[in-house]
């Protein structure tokens, strides 16, 4: 898969809404690409496979047709419901994939904490507010994802497309996005401090979400960081999204000096997908750094490890990069046992992580009597 399908996988389509908002999306129904799991060891995912694999199929096809939200919504909910209770896990999210190039199949990825497992993440509490939209910016920026989306699909808009602001989704570039950008770069500074109220007390996780991209066209990148760091523990992971995926792209194009690390890398290990492909495409960026490279050495080797082996693009070629950087020198994108060796040389050790064994989450299918057993089950039963 190539750099372009990872990133719009990175940071476009992860959820159902863009399901919702997009129209059709150049999808096979129910095509699965990748079958992952996450929280439990790379393993478990043929035990999962064998007893929900039919199930996350029908998933897919109601998620990949459009119109179909509600009752891809039900299916989703009814299989994690069933995955958890099968293994008495803690908690069971799955998360899919779709990307923008034509008849690339969808990933999907089971994310399970298993029970007893204490959260390493501790949240902000709901906000409560009902915010005015300041100018109109919220709704514009709405049009100009709808928009902006339609176009992608149609192959209009360029693989990096230019970005007068920190962040850019589509760019302005095109003659039905320019008046967009031309409203956010003289708007978003008049109204700032409301944008920041919508983004911290608003209780809509879309106009929150929403309200971090708009202030990525604040003039001073320290602003914008310093605006959104403090909402990396929002208790919504679409607004978590919005804020990292900001950060993320701040961070490859050099607009990220000096920033702590340690709020950030716990994300590394969420349960949620879309906070581990922002958090590990963060580290990426920076781990060629040196004032960091120790600390994600010893901090965070284990979980780079961990998300090398998955295999979802948006998380393992970052994964990968970020290794490189640290150690120097490739040891193989495919080999993650050599970077646990080089981890136990930093004298780092990386814990096991449960494994699903086979035949722990649904029975498994008995062996067929051989016709000598049937003959003398028939002449017993007669």
């Not at 478990?44 to 929900?52: G, H, M, N, P, V």
């Not at 514009?140 to 920190?166: K, Q, T």
């Not at 901090?299 to 970020?322: I, M, W, Y």
Request: charged share 25%.
């Amino acid at each position: 898969m190539d750099r372009r399908t990872a990133l719009r996988g990175l940071f476009l389509s992860f959820s159902l809404f863009l399901l919702q908002t997009s129209g059709a999306l150049p999808l096979e129904p129910g095509k699965i690409g990748n079958m992952d799991v996450f929280g439990v060891a790379p393993g478990s995912i043929t035990e999962l496979q064998r007893c929900f694999g039919e199930a996350a199929r029908e998933y897919l096809t109601a998620a990949s047709t459009p119109g179909n939200g509600p009752r891809a919504h039900e299916l989703e909910t009814k299989l994690e419901e069933q995955i958890k209770a099968a293994g008495g896990f803690e908690a069971v999210e799955i998360s899919a994939v779709h990307y923008f190039q034509p008849n690339v199949p969808s990933d999907l990825t089971f994310n399970i904490t298993p029970k007893g497992q204490k959260p390493s993440i501790v949240y902000m509490p709901e906000p409560k507010e009902d915010v005015p939209d300041p100018d109109g910016l919220l709704a514009s920026w709405r049009e100009y994802d709808m928009i902006g989306s339609s176009l992608d699909f149609a192959g209009e808009i360029a693989d990096s497309p230019p970005c007068p602001a920190h962040h850019c989704t589509y760019g302005f570039d095109h003659p039905k996005l320019r008046p967009y950008g031309e409203k956010f770069a003289q708007k978003v500074p008049a109204d700032r401090a409301e944008l920041i109220r919508v983004l911290r007390t608003d209780k809509d996780e879309k106009k929150r979400g929403n309200a971090a991209y708009l202030l990525a066209h604040l003039p001073e990148a320290r602003d914008v960081l310093s605006i959104l760091l403090p909402q990396l523990r929002d208790p919504s992971p679409y607004v978590r999204n919005s804020v990292m995926r900001v950060i993320a792209l701040m961070a490859e194009h050099g607009e990220v000096k000096s920033i702590s690390l340690e709020p950030i890398l716990p994300f590394l290990a969420s349960p949620a997908l879309t906070d581990r492909n922002k958090a590990v495409s963060i580290v990426a960026a920076l781990a060629g750094d040196k004032s960091y490279q120790d600390l994600l050495v010893h901090r965070s080797g284990c979980d780079l490890v961990r998300l090398l082996e998955t295999k979802l693009p948006n998380q393992n070629e970052f994964a990968h990069r970020a290794l490189v950087k640290l150690r120097g020198e490739d040891l193989g994108a495919a080999n993650p046992a050599a970077w646990r060796k080089w981890l136990e040389f930093q004298k780092v050790s990386c814990p096991a992580e449960p494994q699903i064994r086979p035949g722990t989450l649904c029975p498994t299918n008995p062996q067929p009597p051989s016709p000598r057993q049937n003959i003398r089950s028939n002449l017993k039963n007669n």
